[in-house]
């Protein structure tokens, strides 16, 4: 299986503040690469799908980067409402498995 | 609206049986393949199975091949995990998912606790 490796678990900043987060996978995983938010009691939402791309109706300030085996995650201009949990998650093989996690707090 | 709303969770004891339903609305159904995916503390997030469309392909997680069953009715908007030979480490909230190549919505998870 291939393995999503997130760290740190915990990154703390302030509001407006820039934030990175990173993801490195086992194995190339060339663009296959989601990531995800989560709020607490809240179901995960799709932020950015083929590593690169925006869902639908996330802010610009939201955007990611990477291929083969390292991704990144930035939120420019932290906004109170992104302070959550972030995942990433590969589909190119089964099972599809996901990162566990940066919390931004 | 995109809507998927999970049902059938609860309480059971280890070797029990449970089958959660989703039921999706706001969106047609049926060519979209559909996924459940599980949250724990420990593990974080597993995917554990999909179905193809037409019902006719499907993929398992390996620590649950054998023990659960993936379905669906389309005639419904329905998918369906069928959880047999329950045990602790199935404890987690279970997620029905629309697979558009990512997880592109998710319900609101239905929590199965597995305990004597």
């Known amino acids: 299986d291939i393995v999503l490796t997130q760290s740190p678990a915990i990154l703390s900043f302030s509001p407006g503040e820039r934030a990175t987060l990173s993801c490195r996978a086992s194995?190339?995983?060339?663009?296959?690469l989601a990531w995800y938010q989560q709020r607490p009691g809240q179901a995960p939402r799709l932020l950015i799908y083929g590593a690169s791309n925006r869902a639908t109706g996330i802010p610009a300030r939201f955007s990611g980067f990477g291929s083969g085996t390292d991704f990144g995650l930035t939120i420019n201009g932290l906004e109170p409402e992104d302070f959550a949990t972030y995942y990433c998650q590969q589909r190119i093989t089964w099972p599809r498995t996901f990162g566990q996690g940066t919390k931004v707090e | 609206e995109v809507q998927l709303v999970e049902s059938g969770g609860g309480l059971v004891q280890p070797g029990e049986s449970l089958r959660l339903s989703c039921v999706a609305s706001?969106?047609?159904?049926?060519?979209?393949?559909m996924s459940w995916i599980r949250q724990t503390p420990g593990k974080g997030l597993e995917w554990l199975a999909n179905?193809?469309?037409?019902?006719?392909?499907?993929y398992y997680l390996d620590s649950v091949q054998g023990r659960f069953t993936v379905s669906r009715d389309n005639a419904r908007n329905s998918v369906y995990l069928q959880m047999n030979s329950l045990r602790a480490e199935d404890t987690a909230v279970y997620y029905c998912a629309r697979e558009n190549w990512y997880v592109d919505s998710w319900g609101q998870g239905t929590l199965v606790t597995v305990s004597s």
């Open positions: 706001g969106f047609n159904f049926s060519p979209y393949w």
């Open positions: 179905i193809a469309p037409d019902g006719d392909d499907n």
């Open positions: 194995q190339s995983v060339s663009t296959y």
